[in-house]
């Protein structure tokens, strides 16, 4: 037994470093050693422990049993200081005589309490993953790479895939659309966004979560309270978008570019370089400002510019700001709602700018919109939004806007009459288009292909222009520009009857002026005499038209009426 004791206590260090609590008592049962950590557990003072009965130290100790009987306990399971523990006592032999016995306790309790958490987590876990499996809507999750780590059973379905087609991907391969590995990697939350999925519409909310404190990754949910009632509401949302776009097509056929660049029939340099420029700026979104004299073309233009831009499918709008009546602009430009005005549609009016959504307005004659019109264009071409007469409800709208003027703007804004912050707003591209009297090649080209276009109506009756009539059209001043020469070429080819060729006396008298035989008269009287003729020859060309001829000769209906009287032409 000496042995035995001699060596514990020689080697008591080793007896401290044992995790566990130890009790050696001697055959009478006195305390012979006890380690700190038994102390610990039975909370008495090491001096109330050597060396005293083992009851005394520990009143419900069994050890003096286990030295009786010679028999070994193991792992039983005992409280003291209600503390859980497990114990296991042996009685202790030496030289084959027993000398003493051992008990051995491991304090379990914090294992317990590390169980109960296991516990608790493995049941969250199972309510997690029965979450996963019952939600209606599509629940994601992934980590910081954006790898895929857990998905609803719903979202599966949705998508046609299984487990193993999901688990651990990267979020991009599975999701088109998905923006669930940028919230895992910036961390800003993304609530009730509209994404497609494969065809279909939801709503769809990202948010990133963390783990100790520090982000881990995003939760992503995209709501389908149940996958037929968002099969029904897709269905609903693909037939509204397809009757939509059927109404944008149908109004985008009704109202379309009727001209290309191919038909802006030139050999000008100046006019080919603005034709170059008109269809570069054509794909960007830029204001376009267009003058130029009237019938020089920059209707043409607006058409080609639209055509050839990426709106060519949708709506070409075009106001003539001039042929509408102040008082119905507004409602005309901005629509009206039900019951805005007396006399307005009960139903209400779509404006010309809603009208031309995702496509191009053409504001013709923008320098004769009234003032306070132009503060309300302004405001569309600021603000990008529209608001109808009688609503305070402003609707977003994308819409190109050329606008074409034969005044001088910039004058007209020093003069007051034009607001300079629209003008500078309108004018970011600007097109000028020559007279065709600065640009003389293009007469014959020109006159050439309005035969052409007339001969293709008719079956080709006219072969060209004599030499004669292309000396007077080459002359001539055309202050009506290419409108007019269009006009003079249509009413010679009307007039025509057995020639080939375009004759001087196919032409208006007014283009003749070398026809006119010099009679050795006045100045004054040969003037007479040539204004007369031109008088007669407008009154035929427009069959007695009173108001047309002197539209057409630049004059007062009265100045008509006078000079007819003088030259008794009545
Ligand atoms: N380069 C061209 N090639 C072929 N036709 C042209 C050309 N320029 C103008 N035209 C024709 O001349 C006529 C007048 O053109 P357009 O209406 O575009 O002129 P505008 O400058 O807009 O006139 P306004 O200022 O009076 O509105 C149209 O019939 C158009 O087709």
């Given at each position: 037994?000496?042995?035995?004791?001699?060596?514990?206590?020689?080697?008591?260090?080793?007896?401290?470093?044992?995790?566990?609590?130890?009790?050696?008592?001697?055959?009478?049962?006195?305390?012979?050693?006890?380690?700190?950590?038994?102390?610990?557990?039975?909370?008495?003072?090491?001096?109330?422990?050597?060396?005293?009965?083992?009851?005394?130290?520990?009143?419900?100790?069994?050890?003096?049993?286990?030295?009786?009987?010679?028999?070994?306990?193991?792992?039983?399971?005992?409280?003291?200081?209600?503390?859980?523990?497990?114990?296991?006592?042996?009685?202790?032999?030496?030289?084959?005589?027993?000398?003493?016995?051992?008990?051995?306790?491991?304090?379990?309790?914090?294992?317990?309490?590390?169980?109960?958490?296991?516990?608790?987590?493995?049941?969250?876990?199972?309510?997690?993953?029965?979450?996963?499996?019952?939600?209606?809507?599509?629940?994601?999750?992934?980590?910081?790479?954006?790898?895929?780590?857990?998905?609803?059973?719903?979202?599966?379905?949705?998508?046609?895939?299984?487990?193993?087609?999901?688990?651990?991907?990267?979020?991009?391969?599975?999701?088109?659309?998905?923006?669930?590995?940028?919230?895992?990697?910036?961390?800003?939350?993304?609530?009730?966004?509209?994404?497609?999925?494969?065809?279909?519409?939801?709503?769809?909310?990202?948010?990133?979560?963390?783990?100790?404190?520090?982000?881990?990754?995003?939760?992503?949910?995209?709501?389908?309270?149940?996958?037929?009632?968002?099969?029904?509401?897709?269905?609903?949302?693909?037939?509204?978008?397809?009757?939509?776009?059927?109404?944008?097509?149908?109004?985008?056929?009704?109202?379309?570019?009727?001209?290309?660049?191919?038909?802006?029939?030139t050999s000008n340099d100046?006019m080919?370089?603005?034709?170059?420029?008109?269809?570069?700026?054509?794909?960007?979104?830029?204001?376009?400002?267009?003058?130029?004299?009237?019938?020089?073309?920059?209707?043409?233009?607006?058409?080609?510019?639209?055509?050839?831009?990426?709106?060519?499918?949708?709506?070409?709008?075009?106001?003539?700001?001039?042929?509408?009546?102040?008082?119905?602009?507004?409602?005309?430009?901005?629509?009206?709602?039900?019951?805005?005005?007396?006399?307005?549609?009960?139903?209400?009016?779509?404006?010309?700018?809603?009208?031309?959504?995702?496509?191009?307005?053409?504001?013709?004659?923008?320098?004769?919109?009234?003032?306070?019109?132009?503060?309300?264009?302004?405001?569309?071409?600021?603000?990008?939004?529209?608001?109808?007469?009688?609503?305070?409800?402003?609707?977003?709208?994308?819409?190109?806007?050329?606008?074409?003027?034969?005044?001088?703007?910039?004058?007209?804004?020093?003069?007051?009459?034009?607001?300079?912050?629209?003008?500078?707003?309108?004018?970011?591209?600007?097109?000028?288009?020559?007279?065709?009297?600065d640009r003389k090649e293009d007469v014959m080209l020109l006159?050439?292909?309005?035969?052409?276009?007339?001969?293709?109506?008719?079956?080709?009756?006219?072969?060209?222009?004599?030499?004669?009539?292309?000396?007077?059209?080459s002359?001539?001043?055309?202050?009506?520009?290419?409108?007019?020469?269009?006009?003079?070429?249509?009413?010679?080819?009307?007039?025509?009857?057995?020639?080939?060729?375009?004759?001087?006396?196919?032409?208006?008298?007014?283009?003749?002026?070398?026809?006119?035989?010099?009679?050795?008269?006045?100045?004054?009287?040969?003037?007479?005499?040539?204004?007369?003729?031109?008088?007669?020859?407008?009154?035929?060309?427009?069959?007695?038209?009173?108001?047309?001829?002197?539209?057409?000769?630049?004059?007062?209906?009265?100045?008509?009426?006078?000079?007819?009287?003088?030259?008794?032409?009545?």
């Amino acid at each position: 037994m000496n042995n035995f004791f001699s060596c514990v206590l020689e080697n008591q260090n080793v007896f401290e470093e044992i995790t566990n609590a130890i009790i050696l008592v001697d055959h009478e049962g006195r305390v012979k050693n006890i380690n700190e950590r038994a102390i610990q557990l039975l909370n008495i003072p090491i001096e109330q422990a050597i060396d005293k009965p083992i009851l005394e130290v520990y009143a419900e100790s069994k050890l003096m049993d286990t030295f009786k009987t010679l028999t070994v306990d193991h792992d039983v399971s005992i409280v003291i200081n209600g503390r859980h523990c497990i114990t296991s006592r042996i009685p202790v032999f030496e030289g084959g005589k027993p000398v003493g016995a051992i008990a051995i306790f491991d304090d379990v309790t914090k294992y317990e309490a590390l169980n109960e958490k296991l516990k608790a987590d493995q049941s969250e876990m199972v309510i997690l993953k029965s979450i996963l499996e019952l939600a209606y809507d599509g629940i994601l999750v992934v980590d910081l790479n954006g790898n895929i780590t857990m998905i609803s059973n719903a979202y599966k379905r949705f998508l046609g895939l299984e487990d193993d087609e999901v688990i651990g991907k990267h979020v991009t391969q599975v999701i088109p659309n998905t923006r669930m590995h940028i919230v895992a990697k910036t961390g800003v939350p993304e609530i009730n966004d509209f994404q497609e999925i494969r065809g279909d519409y939801m709503v769809a909310t990202r948010i990133p979560y963390y783990v100790d404190g520090k982000q881990a990754g995003a939760i992503g949910k995209v709501i389908f309270r149940n996958v037929s009632e968002l099969h029904n509401i897709n269905k609903k949302y693909t037939k509204i978008e397809q009757e939509l776009r059927n109404l944008r097509s149908e109004i985008s056929s009704i109202h379309k570019a009727k001209y290309t660049f191919e038909q802006i029939i030139t050999s000008n340099d100046q006019m080919n370089k603005l034709k170059h420029q008109a269809k570069k700026i054509a794909y960007t979104k830029s204001n376009v400002l267009i003058q130029g004299e009237s019938g020089t073309g920059k209707e043409l233009f607006a058409h080609a510019i639209h055509q050839e831009s990426n709106r060519h499918d949708m709506p070409f709008i075009s106001v003539n700001c001039a042929a509408i009546p102040e008082q119905l602009l507004e409602s005309e430009l901005f629509g009206y709602e039900k019951g805005a005005f007396t006399g307005a549609d009960k139903n209400g009016r779509i404006g010309k700018f809603e009208l031309a959504d995702l496509g191009t307005i053409f504001l013709d004659e923008i320098g004769d919109m009234p003032l306070q019109m132009q503060a309300k264009i302004l405001r569309v071409l600021q603000e990008g939004e529209v608001e109808r007469v009688g609503s305070n409800r402003p609707k977003q709208i994308d819409v190109r806007v050329i606008a074409a003027t034969n005044r001088n703007l910039l004058e007209m804004v020093e003069a007051k009459q034009f607001r300079e912050d629209l003008y500078y707003r309108l004018n970011v591209i600007n097109l000028k288009i020559p007279p065709l009297r600065d640009r003389k090649e293009d007469v014959m080209l020109l006159s050439k292909h309005f035969i052409d276009q007339l001969n293709q109506q008719d079956h080709g009756k006219v072969r060209g222009i004599s030499e004669k009539a292309q000396f007077l059209l080459s002359h001539y001043q055309w202050q009506g520009n290419i409108r007019e020469l269009r006009n003079i070429i249509e009413r010679a080819y009307n007039i025509m009857e057995g020639d080939d060729f375009i004759q001087p006396y196919h032409l208006p008298a007014f283009m003749k002026t070398t026809e006119l035989d010099y009679t050795g008269e006045p100045l004054k009287h040969m003037m007479e005499i040539y204004e007369k003729k031109l008088l007669l020859e407008r009154l035929i060309y427009f069959k007695g038209n009173k108001t047309k001829t002197a539209g057409d000769l630049g004059i007062s209906r009265m100045a008509l009426h006078t000079k007819l009287e003088k030259y008794d032409l009545r």
